[in-house]
């Protein structure tokens, strides 16, 4: 049976009904398996992940493999490719992911074209021999938009496997699979789990001999994620929906009201999610002195929990310098729209 996604995050990944059989998936913790049965090790399955895992797959299509962290999913899919394969990407895009594919292309172990993702012509001219087009979309954290439809039927069309980070938009706004996409990646720790106390992250394919790759590329690496966390993350992921839409919502007011502030200088904001970046209109300290002004907002990195977060993005030496100085990252929560507002307010009015 197929369902909504606000209903398949409450049902999916449940113990099989049978009397007194629990609700809830068992937290297993175990490192080794009693012999004859298909998993065998600790490092190659887990019922907490496997439920988890079940989930995601609801909301996201395909089959899902769970991993330590959002980073530890992306290098998975990178560590398929072979020595030197080319690979396109965004050149503006969430730090680490850069970071890693600078490294890469450093080493000579891929070979990294960067392309603006906004501009599909570009990339379509771009992708042409490649082996991966690696999508993320919102980027974190300028929030361009690609246009995935297109680009992911024009990478098809040449043979050339996509993979999307959807991190941000969630499957909530996007399925990149049902688009024809190879691979959807998240960030496990941000919008799925959501309460800001779980690393984790995902990948999941509608293609068999894939999934199979990554799943070797998860054991031998051993890239896997604690059965707590994983625990964890499926209670959290239970009331995604309701908190992703709530924190929509304020976000869409949010917007309004800082585009009107005389302080802010540019709001970016592609019209969905709950992250929205502005730009605040004096220097970097000032903007530094914002961030750390705010009483109710935590003045942290990360995102998509029920907590009201937000940072000055270039504070960190690997951000990159095409991101603005004065640009705020602020990840909106679950608190009331207004108290967020005030808290927003009250920290612009410390410059
Ligand atoms: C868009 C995006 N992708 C990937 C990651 C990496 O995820 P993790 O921190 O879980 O390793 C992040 C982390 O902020 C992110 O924002």
Redesign the pocket.
């Known amino acids: 049976m197929s369902f909504h996604p606000e209903t398949s995050a409450i049902t999916a990944g449940r113990p099989e009904v049978a009397p007194d059989a629990p609700l809830n998936p068992p937290l297993v913790f175990s490192s080794t398996y009693h012999a004859g049965g298909p998993v065998g090790y600790g490092r190659y399955g887990n019922e907490s992940w496997s439920a988890l895992e079940a989930a995601i797959s609801e909301l996201e299509g395909g089959q899902t493999l769970s991993f330590s962290?959002?980073?530890a999913a992306?290098s998975a899919v990178f560590s398929i490719l072979p020595i030197g394969a080319p690979v396109v990407a965004s050149n503006q895009g969430?730090s680490?992911?850069m970071g890693l594919l600078n490294q890469h292309h450093a080493t000579g172990r891929l070979e990294v074209r960067f392309v603006d993702i906004t501009n599909t012509a570009e990339v379509v001219t771009a992708i042409k021999g490649a082996a991966l087009l690696w999508l993320?979309s919102p980027t974190?954290p300028c929030l361009d938009v690609a246009d995935l439809e297109k680009l992911i039927a024009a990478a098809k069309k040449l043979g050339i496997g996509v993979a999307v980070?959807n991190?941000?938009a969630t499957p909530l706004v996007q399925n990149p699979l049902a688009m024809g996409a190879d691979i959807v990646m998240h960030?496990v720790?941000?919008f799925l789990s959501g309460h800001s106390d779980v690393?984790?992250?995902s990948l999941s394919t509608n293609d068999p001999a894939l999934y199979k790759r990554l799943h070797d590329s998860r054991s031998f690496n051993g890239s896997i994620p604690g059965p707590f966390e994983a625990w964890l993350a499926l209670r959290g992921l239970r009331t995604f929906p309701l908190r992703f839409n709530k924190s929509q919502e304020s976000a869409k007011e949010l917007v309004k009201r800082l585009s009107e502030h005389p302080k802010i200088s540019r709001v970016r904001y592609p019209g969905f999610g709950a992250i929205v970046s502005f730009e605040v209109d004096g220097t970097a300290e000032q903007t530094q002195k914002v961030c750390e002004s705010s009483t109710m907002i935590a003045h942290a990195t990360?995102?998509g929990g029920v907590e009201s977060l937000w940072e000055r993005r270039r504070r960190w030496p690997i951000e990159s310098p095409t991101v603005p100085e004065q640009l705020i990252r602020l990840s909106v929560g679950c608190e009331h729209v207004d108290d967020i507002w005030d808290d927003i307010t009250r920290a612009l009015n410390a410059i």
């Open positions: 962290s959002g980073m992306i969430y680490g992911t993320e974190n980070d991190t941000f960030s720790t941000k690393l984790m992250g990360s995102l």
